[in-house]
């Protein structure tokens, strides 16, 4: 996805919303392919890792989930 695309389509949400990504584990690169609004239970007292400390839960507060592939 180009710059361009990815500030048009963040710009649907709003601004205020917090941005999520997969888990990940940093060996390689990846082109965004969708922003998607989701409703993400957030554990901002645990550790970053590289599988992820948040997690998607209906009840959640609502995000936008960047992702690939």
């Known amino acids: 996805m180009?710059?361009?695309k990815l500030i048009r389509?963040?710009?649907a949400f709003d601004?205020?919303?917090r941005v999520v990504t997969p888990g990940f584990d940093e060996?390689?690169?990846?082109?965004?392919?969708r922003?998607?609004?989701?409703?993400?239970r957030f554990h901002?007292?645990?550790?970053?890792?590289?599988?992820g400390r948040h997690v998607e839960?209906?009840?959640?507060?609502?995000a936008v989930l960047i992702n690939f592939g």
């Open 2 to 4: 180009t710059v361009e």
């Open 9 to 11: 389509a963040l710009s």
């Open 15 to 17: 601004k205020r919303l």
């Open 27 to 33: 060996s390689n690169l990846e082109d965004v392919e």
């Open 35 to 40: 922003v998607t609004q989701v409703r993400v």
């Open 44 to 51: 901002d007292e645990k550790s970053p890792s590289h599988s």
């Open 57 to 62: 839960d209906p009840k959640g507060n609502p």
